[in-house]
């Protein structure tokens, strides 16, 4: 088994400080008069929910997997990164350094692994990278936001891959999912000299993702498990799935939109509805797997999951109606459904916690 690091515990920490401070500033960001933690937290919103909470929880994972002492720099940079956004100015340079990292980290992967699912989610780590380097560079968040939609995409995407490896798919099958991920990378690529046309490219991508993971994805099968878990994380799947199609749509619609209504709906269609959908899912497995800790399934797993998903929906709603409390409550009722999932984890360890001296 891999060898588990002792800093495990204080990085997932500070990942989760990371994912309070940001929907904090997500929070203020909206309009809701919180107390401000630092006076523009508003504004590092996005960094710390993507290159803070993302970049310490799937550093970690990774670096569990592989058990080698150095890959564990990344979730240790963007974790100090985190710390430094907020108390002072040097959070960037930090965030970055993590992303670079974690790239070195892929780039051990792909040699040890030679495999499309592993050069998918390495080409996920890359779009990190890239992104926070335009954005150290001076480049305004919304110039750099998709590369860093492809880091958390691609990402998944490439997992699903390796999962659906079970269900030996034909040459056309993994053809389909070449031509779809080339797709939402040209799209990100194209941004760099045309915003509004590289974000609709990318758009195209994400629906054609959304339908190769909806027809290939092994979830389609699961969902009629007998195992309660199982049917779960499959609901999760497909209906992040459904989400991802909609944020390609949406960005179809208006790629050029740069802030506002239009650019809330876009991005967090993809953020929450897609990619906290997956979290949700994959939760049970990974906390147990990077923590060492066993944790049961439990029913109430279905309201957090549910909670999301309609408050979505109203989120959404609101700011494609322009109905401003629509979007403001339904962004603080997608903030409580991220509490209500970290209550429900947070039970469901308690309560399963290995007897001292069992094997992790
Ligand atoms: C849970 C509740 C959340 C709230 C209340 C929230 C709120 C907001 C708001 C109000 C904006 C600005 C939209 C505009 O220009 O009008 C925004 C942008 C953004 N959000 Fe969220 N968000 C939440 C969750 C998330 C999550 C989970 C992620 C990532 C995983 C995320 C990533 C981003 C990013 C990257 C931006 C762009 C920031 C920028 O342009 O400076 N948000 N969010």
């Known amino acids: 088994m891999a060898k588990r690091s002792p800093v ?36 590092w919103h996005g960094p710390l929910m993507i290159s803070g909470f993302f970049g310490v929880v799937i550093g970690l994972e990774r670096a569990v997997a592989l058990g080698r002492s150095w890959t564990y720099a990344a979730p240790l940079f963007s974790a100090l990164g985190v710390l430094a956004t907020l ?11 993590g992303s670079l990292v974690f790239v070195a980290v892929f780039i051990r992967i792909i040699r040890l692994e030679p495999t499309v699912h592993a050069a998918t989610m390495g ?10 380097v335009l954005w150290l560079a001076g480049w305004p968040v919304h110039r750099v936001v998709l590369w860093w939609v492809g880091y958390l995409v691609l990402t998944i995407a490439g997992e699903r ?5 079970l269900l030996r798919l034909t040459g056309a099958a993994r053809a389909g999912f070449l031509a779809a991920a080339g797709l939402f990378l040209a799209g990100l690529v194209l941004t760099v000299v045309a915003p509004a046309a590289g974000a609709r490219l990318a758009g195209a991508g994400m629906l054609a993702l959304t339908l190769w993971l909806m027809r290939h ?17 499959a609901a999760c799947l497909l209906s992040g799935y459904a989400w991802l199609g909609v944020a390609g749509a ?10 506002g209504p239009l650019y809330d709906a876009m991005l967090h269609a993809v953020f929450l509805g897609f990619v906290f959908a997956m979290i949700f899912g994959h939760a049970p497995v990974i906390f147990p797997a990077v923590l060492g800790l066993s944790m049961a399934f439990r029913p109430a797993f279905h309201i957090h999951l549910v909670l999301l998903h309609a408050t979505l929906l ?4 609101g700011d494609l109606a322009n109905w401003l ?10 903030a409580l459904a991220l509490l209500l999932f970290l209550v429900n984890t947070a039970r469901a360890v308690r309560r399963t916690a290995p007897p001292a001296g069992a094997a992790p």
């Not at 929907?23 to 504004?43: F, I, K, T, Y």
């Not at 949406?250 to 802030?259: S, V």
């Not at 409390?325 to 997608?334: E, K, S, T, V």
């Open 8 to 43: 495990r515990f204080p990085l997932m920490a500070l990942g989760m400080v990371a994912l309070v401070a940001g929907v904090w500033g997500g929070l203020m960001r909206m309009g809701w008069g919180l107390p401000p933690v630092r006076p523009d937290l508003a504004a």
């Open 87 to 97: 108390a002072g100015p040097s959070g960037p340079l930090l965030l970055t350094l």
């Open 123 to 132: 080409a996920g780590a890359l779009s990190w990278a890239i992104g926070n």
């Open 161 to 165: 891959l390796e999962l659906s490896r």
């Open 217 to 233: 994805d092994i979830a389609r099968r699961t969902l009629r498990s007998p195992s309660g878990l199982t049917r779960f994380i």
């Open 250 to 259: 949406l960005a179809i619609l208006y790629g050029g939109a740069t802030a």
């Open 314 to 317: 109203l989120r959404v709603a």
């Open 325 to 334: 409390p629509g979007r403001q409550w339904g962004g603080l009722l997608n």
